[in-house]
């Protein structure tokens, strides 16, 4: 009940994150994302303890594969219920699916990004998930997994209607440049890129704000954050 992918740009030295679920407020316990690290997904019968340790693994320096070998051996018997899906600070990928994972799944690697689904319409999603990103070169990151995401729900998606989203992206401080949610709506990839739309012409000048005030600009907004 989920298709998602994980990319990062060798330009911008970006990584982030771009899932789609059925189930509710799916980035909350899915999503994750470092700055230095890397990006991960924790899905099917999800864990968000696998998140939070793959990327310190990716942080200690071990490359997206390693993590995930590491981190697979230390799930140990539960490892065949869990989806994984990293890519480390350089962009390589790593991806495992367990033997008990849910419906239809599958699960690519492309360059500089990687793509998983699982209770999918059809195998085909994350492919197209994975040719999206690559076509969008050039664009900001998060641009890029955003249109990965619709492209997946275009390839068709989940064997169910999709009721959350989420975008995640880090540059280069400790907290996310972008953390975009959709917890509940009808069309929630389609209001993720609304939202995307909105908080662009803004997201620098937060990142400003935090690290010269005196420079920032004003959105002319009493009280405004």
């Known amino acids: 009940m989920t ?9 911008s030295g970006m990584v982030g994150v771009a899932i789609a679920s059925s189930s509710p407020c799916v980035a909350a316990r ?10 991960a997904l924790s899905q099917n019968v999800t864990d968000p303890r696998l998140g939070q340790r793959a990327l310190e693994l990716m942080r200690s320096g071990l490359p ?3 993590a995930l070998d590491r981190l697979v051996g230390e799930v140990g018997a ?5 989806q994984l899906v990293l890519v480390d600070a350089a962009g390589a990928g790593a991806v495992h699916t367990g033997a008990r994972a849910l419906g239809k799944h599958a699960a690519v690697l492309g360059k500089s990004c990687a793509a998983a689904g699982n209770l999918l319409a059809n195998e085909r999603v994350p492919q197209a998930m994975a040719d999206a990103f690559a076509a969008g070169a050039g664009l900001h990151l998060a641009e890029r997994l955003l249109r990965s995401l619709a492209a997946g729900l275009g390839a068709g998606g989940e064997a169910g ?8 992206v880090v540059d280069t401080q400790p907290w996310p440049l972008v953390d975009l949610r959709v917890d509940w709506a009808d069309a929630p990839i389609a209001r993720l890129s609304e939202l995307w739309k909105v908080y662009r012409p803004q997201m620098d000048a937060y990142v400003t704000r935090a690290l010269d005030p005196s420079a920032a600009p004003s959105f002319g907004v009493p009280g405004d954050p």
Request: charged share 10%.
């Open 3 to 11: 298709i998602s992918i994980a990319g990062g740009c060798g330009r």
């Open 64 to 66: 997206a594969q390693a």
């Open 30 to 39: 899915c999503a994750f994302a470092r700055a230095g690290a890397g990006a």
């Open 78 to 82: 539960f490892a065949p219920y869990r």
């Open 161 to 168: 209607p999709v009721k959350s989203a989420g975008l995640l």
